[in-house]
């Protein structure tokens, strides 16, 4: 069991965004929300910390968080099947309102049109399946490949299959080497498809965004069958791919 985990709370939400910014920023999902590679950095820790903080503070049970004295060095959440919806209040109070300043009008459009695409792929493929749902997982990039991910993940379905044998455990992710790393774990790809193709074009996007070139990205939804064991995998000594799911729920 790694030693030292605990529920994010609101010491951690500042770590845990720069953490989170940093593990997605060459994300395909992330490129594509976020063109300007001068301001995405900035724009994504806006973005996954008020999405964070809202999740968190409405089930903070469900968070984990490895760190102390407000830096996180490995983070992720979990929301199931019949977790309720977040409202209109929660989300202004996490910078919807903000939003636009940040994205302006376009931009912020076409964030809402990706995270509706990977939303609504998630929830085609999981209909009428109990599951748990593993949202924004990163490790510090200079602790991957020392395997405290993979045990931070292993106690986590431990914890998750103890409450809810009959669960089926899924993630979604748009990069390859996420694919299989999650795969030598015992996950399985359950559908693959091509999004982005309908968002936003970025000549209607502002300032750099407007002339950036961005490709329309692969997003898989990999699952762990219930009652199915994560399997053991070996320590690497190059890094673990750093994060998956692009805006976890929404």
Wanted: glycine share 10%; with cysteine; proline share 7%.
């Amino acid at each position: 069991m790694v030693q030292g985990v605990h529920p994010l709370g609101r010491a951690d939400f500042a770590s845990a965004a720069e953490l989170l910014a940093q593990a997605f920023y060459s994300n395909p999902c992330h490129v594509y929300m976020c063109p300007d590679p001068t301001r995405r950095l900035a724009q994504l820790e806006f973005l996954l910390g008020g999405n964070l903080r809202m999740y968190v503070q409405a089930d903070p049970g469900r968070s984990f968080c490895l760190g102390r004295d407000g830096i996180v060095d490995a983070m992720g959440f979990w929301t199931r099947s019949d977790s309720p919806e977040i409202g209109w209040l929660p989300k202004i109070r996490a910078g919807l309102l903000a939003a636009p300043l940040r994205f302006g009008l376009h931009g912020l459009r076409r964030v809402f049109q990706v995270d509706d695409a990977v939303t609504s792929h998630r929830d085609e493929v999981l209909a009428g399946r109990v599951h748990w749902y593993l949202n924004n997982m990163v490790v510090r990039e200079s602790l991957r490949g020392t395997g405290v991910g993979t045990r931070l993940l292993a106690d986590q379905l431990r914890s998750v299959r103890s409450q809810d044998p009959d669960a089926v455990v899924a993630l979604s992710t748009q990069r390859p080497e996420n694919v299989r790393f999650y795969a030598r774990l015992g996950f399985e790809v359950e559908s693959e498809r091509v999004l982005g193709r309908d968002a936003e074009p970025t000549g209607s996007l502002r300032g750099a965004d407007r002339t950036a070139t961005v490709d329309p990205f692969r997003n898989w939804i990999m699952v762990l069958p219930a009652g199915a064991e994560m399997k053991p995998a070996r320590v690497r000594t190059r890094p673990d791919p750093g994060g998956h799911h692009p805006i976890a729920q929404s």
